[in-house]
């Protein structure tokens, strides 16, 4: 039986476009030196830089390639303290990719102050709230374009007009809307950006740090020969670049093609999921939302049990970063669900690869093994 996969949010195929892109630095252009090879990869590197840039609009100087998003998190963010270390405070949201969570709780640790702002029902922060919790010591706010489990979207313009107004930094993982929303950084007053290639049709193991400060003001992670203006040293990956500015651009040409096709092949699957089963219900906002995301709950069905009757179509029951916990997801419990109802949820990731038949039968084998499944109870 043919695999459907619809796991996109975890990670995408990588277009054969890009594939093609990038071959020629594996073969041909692998210098790494002062000589004519070596130039022509380091040419390479730059014209990638700017097709990554162009995608948010940024100033291609203002761009740093790392391994990742969750690298360039940790790069800027600490970076950030070392750049203002009078300002101890941080506002962050409990949905956030646990590489956000994770590196706030090590700053918390160096004696930094948290504020948590709590989100609705759909999953967006309260922006009055955020205003009255901005303090003159405030490093940064930390809150995320699209979330990564639920595909709520949150209202970035009107966070960048708050931080903007009160001086303080705007840090954005644009990691899951990278591509199908229009980010332009300076419309959105947004300081500190981080995305990667593989959620966009590239290749894992390449990301970036979009600073609106001298890139070179910050504080390196990983000491060495100096590449990436001191601030990320190690052998820069530019077949990754390559490959990387390659998903960028199709995802610029192609945006409002893919949006609608995500768009479309989603309200098909709830249209024939929320027709069929009584106790299913969406988690996050319709309306705010991923064009690609559709995350459910089907009372009294366990997701574990659920994808392991569908092996062969690929759904996931949490974020990839934590697929090996037993752990109810953050982001559910903090959408106001119980653990145990949170256990009941399946996130399904729609790609631009999937098509319309893919979509009806997945809608008619989940019916089925859901009825399966409440019938032997």
Same mark, same amino acid.
């Given at each position: ?16 476009? /890009? ?19 070596? &130039? ?139 591509? &199908? ?12 950006? /981080? ?74 699957? &709830? ?98 093994? /859901? ?7």
């Amino acid at each position: 039986m043919k695999e459907i996969y619809l796991d996109a949010h975890a990670s995408t195929p990588v277009d054969k476009e /890009v594939i093609d892109a990038m071959m020629p630095f594996f073969t041909r252009y692998f210098g790494n030196g002062n000589h004519r090879n070596g &130039w022509q990869a380091s040419q390479a590197l730059e014209i990638a830089r700017l097709e990554v840039a162009q995608l948010i609009g940024a100033y291609p100087g203002n761009i740093l390639f790392t391994s990742g998003a969750t690298e360039a998190i940790n790069t800027g963010l600490i970076g950030l303290a070392k750049l203002y270390p009078e300002k101890k405070h941080i506002i962050t949201q409990p949905t956030e990719h646990a590489a956000v969570l994770e590196t706030i709780k090590f700053l918390e640790k160096q004696g930094y102050e948290i504020s948590y702002l709590p989100v609705d029902a759909y999953g967006i922060i309260d922006t009055q709230a955020l205003e009255k919790t901005i303090a003159s010591n405030t490093l940064c706010v930390a809150v995320m374009l699209a979330n990564n489990e639920v595909g709520s979207v949150q209202p970035i313009k009107v966070i960048g007009k708050i931080c903007k107004a009160t001086g303080t930094k705007f840090f954005c993982d644009i990691t899951q809307g990278a591509g &199908w929303y229009p980010v332009n950084i300076d419309m959105q007053n947004i300081d500190m950006a /981080v995305f990667s290639a593989h959620k966009i049709y590239g290749p894992k193991g390449i990301g970036a740090l979009y600073c609106r400060d001298s890139i070179g003001n910050l504080h390196p992670l990983l000491h060495g020969g100096g590449q990436e203006k001191g601030v990320r040293s190690g052998t820069v990956n530019i077949p990754g670049a390559v490959g990387f500015a390659k998903a960028c651009a199709l995802m610029k040409e192609q945006r409002t093609r893919i949006t609608d096709h995500l768009l479309y092949l989603r309200t098909h699957l &709830w249209h024939l999921l929320s027709s069929s089963l009584e106790e299913i219900t969406v988690n996050g906002s319709l309306e705010h939302r991923h064009p690609g995301n559709l995350n459910v709950r089907i009372k009294g069905v366990s997701s574990e049990s659920l994808i392991g009757k569908l092996p062969h179509i690929m759904l996931s029951n949490s974020s990839a970063c934590s697929s090996g916990s037993t752990k109810a997801s953050h982001v559910l419990t903090s959408l106001q669900l119980t653990e145990d109802q949170a256990k009941e949820c399946v996130r399904i990731g729609i790609s631009k690869y999937n098509t319309l038949e893919e979509i009806e039968f997945t809608a008619r084998k989940i019916i089925e093994t /859901v009825n399966q499944l409440l019938n032997k109870k």
